[in-house]
C-alpha cells in the first residue's frame, strides 16, 4: 500500500472514532438524575429540581401514620412525630449513581432502562432519636401493666396466680421503628419487657394464715341510700383479699383496687367534693382503706403513704382514717415484719368489713389515742334552688367542726423495746346545707346553733349529675 492510501485509511479510521465517541457521550445521561428515574416509585418531573421535590416530598410523608401495636394496645403517631423523615441527601446521592457508575456500556443501558421506567430508587430513611425516645416515653404509661401477685382467695379456698405485667422497651421499640419501611399502613410491633409480680403461687404456702397479726373493723349501713356504699365496700375488700406482702414490700391501695368507675364493678354513693357531699362513683371505698389502716397501725407496719379525710368519719376515730381517691391519693403499708403477711379483708356480716393481717404471732402491743389541737367552726350554706316546690327548705347536708388532732402510737415490743411516733391530721369544717326555694321564709330555718360562725346565700340552677362528677373521695 503507497503512503497515501495508508494516509487515507488512517484518516477514515478517526474519523469513524470520533463519530463513534460522539455516540457515546450522546448516549450517556448529561444530567445528575437519569431522565424518567423515578425514586419511590414517582418520576422526577422534567425540568425540575431532583432535590426541591424530595424535600417537597420529605415534608408530606412526615404526616404519614404509623401504627404501633401490641397484644391489647393499638396507637398512632404520624412519621414526624415518630422522628421518621425522608434523607434527602442520601436518597439524591443514590439517584444519581443510576446511569453514573461503571463502564460506559452499563451507564448507557441503565440510562435507557430508567427512561422506559424500569429502574426505581427507594427512598432512603433517617431517624432522630431524641425524637423517637420522647414519642414512646409519652406512649410508655398507655402499654405499662402492673403485675398482679398470687393471692389467696380463702373464701372460696383457692389459690389465684399470679399475672406478670409488662413496660415498654424503649431502646428496643426505636430499633424496631428504625428497622421499619415506612409505607402507608406501616405497623410496628412494640418491644416489651416483662415485670414479674413480688409473689407468685409457690409463695401462697408460706404464709401461716392461722396466726393473726392484728384485726380491725368497722360497721355500716346497707339499705336505702347507703346501699351503694355497701356495694362498693364489698367490691374494693374483695380486690385486696388475700393480698400477701413478703418482708418488706410496700403495698399500694389503688394498684389493687383500680379506677372507682362503672367499668370496674363499682357504683353511684356519697362522697366528698370540696367541702360537700355529692353522689359519685366508689363512694364507701375508704371505709375499706381506713379500716386497712387501722389494722396495719395495730400490727405494728410502716406506712409510707397515708392522708387523713377533710372532715371525720363516722365509722373510725380520728387519726385512723385514710382517705383514697384514684389515682391522686394513696394508701400505702410495708410490711416491717421479718414475716411474710396476708391481708383477709371480707364481710364476716352484711353490715361489717373486717380486715385481719395474718401470717405470724403480734410483735407489740400498740396504743393509739389523738389530742385535739385546734377547733374551727362551720359555716350556714343556703342553696337557693329554683325547682323547689313554693316554700321547700330541705337540709341536704348536716354541719361539722373542723379539727386538728395529733395522734400518740406507743409501740411495746415483745422483746421489751418501746417505741413511740406521732402524726398529724387535719380535719376541714363541713358547712350545714340547706336548699330552699327562690321564696322561702328565712323563719323556717332552724335557729343557729353555737358553732355556726356565718351564713352563705347562694344561687345554684340545678343540682350536680353524678355522671359529670370527678375528683371527689370516697367517705
Not at 403485675?147 to 424503649?170: C, M, S, T, Y
Not at 360562725?453 to 375528683?471: A, D, I, R, W
Request: aromatic residues 6%; negative net charge; charged residues 25%.
Amino acid at each position: 500500500m503507497g503512503t497515501r492510501a495508508a494516509v487515507l485509511v488512517l484518516a477514515l479510521g478517526a474519523s469513524a472514532g470520533v463519530g463513534a465517541a460522539v455516540a457515546v457521550r450522546e448516549a450517556l445521561p448529561a444530567s445528575p438524575v437519569v431522565r424518567g428515574l423515578s425514586i419511590d416509585e414517582r418520576v422526577v418531573p422534567d425540568g425540575a429540581s431532583p432535590a426541591a421535590w424530595l424535600g417537597s416530598r420529605r415534608d408530606a410523608l412526615r404526616e404519614r401514620v404509623v401504627r404501633l401495636h401490641h397484644d391489647d394496645v393499638a396507637l398512632t403517631a404520624t412519621l414526624g412525630e415518630a422522628g421518621v423523615e425522608v434523607d434527602v441527601a442520601a436518597t439524591l446521592a443514590a439517584a444519581e449513581r443510576v446511569g453514573h457508575e461503571g463502564p460506559w456500556l452499563r451507564r448507557i443501558r441503565e440510562a435507557r432502562r430508567a427512561r422506559r421506567g424500569e429502574i426505581d430508587v427507594p427512598l432512603v430513611w433517617s431517624l432522630d432519636e431524641q425524637r423517637a425516645r420522647a414519642l414512646f416515653e409519652r406512649l410508655a404509661p398507655q402499654v405499662y401493666r402492673a403485675p398482679v401477685d398470687a393471692r389467696l382467695d380463702l373464701a372460696n379456698r383457692r389459690k389465684i396466680p399470679e399475672q406478670p405485667g409488662r413496660e415498654l422497651d424503649i431502646e428496643a421499640s426505636i430499633e424496631a421503628l428504625r428497622a421499619g419501611s415506612h409505607d402507608e399502613e406501616e405497623v410496628v410491633t412494640l418491644a416489651v419487657r416483662p415485670i414479674a409480680p413480688a409473689v407468685v403461687v409457690s409463695d401462697l404456702v408460706n404464709v401461716d394464715v392461722s396466726k393473726v397479726v392484728a384485726v380491725y373493723e368497722t360497721k355500716f349501713k346497707r339499705h336505702g341510700k347507703e346501699a351503694g356504699r355497701a356495694a362498693n365496700i364489698a367490691n374494693a375488700a374483695a380486690r385486696i383479699d388475700g393480698t400477701i406482702l413478703a418482708p418488706g414490700e410496700t403495698f399500694s391501695f389503688n394498684t389493687h383496687v383500680g379506677p372507682r368507675t362503672r367499668k370496674n364493678g363499682f357504683t353511684i354513693a356519697p362522697e366528698i367534693l370540696g367541702d360537700e357531699m355529692i353522689p359519685g362513683y366508689g363512694g364507701g371505698t375508704c371505709q375499706v382503706s381506713s379500716t386497712l389502716y387501722a389494722a396495719s397501725l395495730f400490727g405494728a407496719l410502716d406506712t409510707p403513704d397515708r392522708q387523713s379525710h377533710s372532715r371525720p368519719s363516722a365509722y373510725i376515730p380520728m387519726g385512723l382514717d385514710a382517705m383514697v381517691t384514684y389515682p391522686e391519693s394513696d394508701l400505702k403499708i410495708r410490711n416491717t415484719l421479718p414475716f411474710p403477711i396476708m391481708i383477709r379483708a371480707y364481710l364476716p356480716t352484711p353490715t361489717v368489713i373486717r380486715v385481719e393481717i395474718l401470717g405470724g404471732d403480734p410483735v407489740a402491743e400498740v396504743e393509739h389515742h389523738v389530742a385535739a389541737e385546734h377547733t374551727d367552726d362551720f359555716v350556714r350554706r343556703i342553696y337557693v334552688k329554683s325547682e323547689l316546690s313554693e316554700g321547700k327548705v330541705r337540709r341536704h347536708q348536716k354541719g361539722s367542726c373542723g379539727y386538728d388532732v395529733r395522734s400518740f402510737v406507743t409501740l411495746r415490743y415483745k422483746d421489751g423495746r418501746i417505741g413511740e411516733r406521732s402524726y398529724t391530721s387535719e380535719y376541714k369544717p363541713a358547712p350545714e346545707v340547706f336548699w330552699v326555694a327562690p321564696d322561702y321564709d328565712p323563719s323556717e330555718l332552724p335557729p343557729l346553733s353555737e358553732h355556726t360562725k356565718t351564713v352563705e346565700e347562694l344561687f345554684e340552677q340545678e343540682s350536680p349529675s353524678p355522671e359529670g362528677q370527678g375528683g371527689g373521695y370516697s367517705m
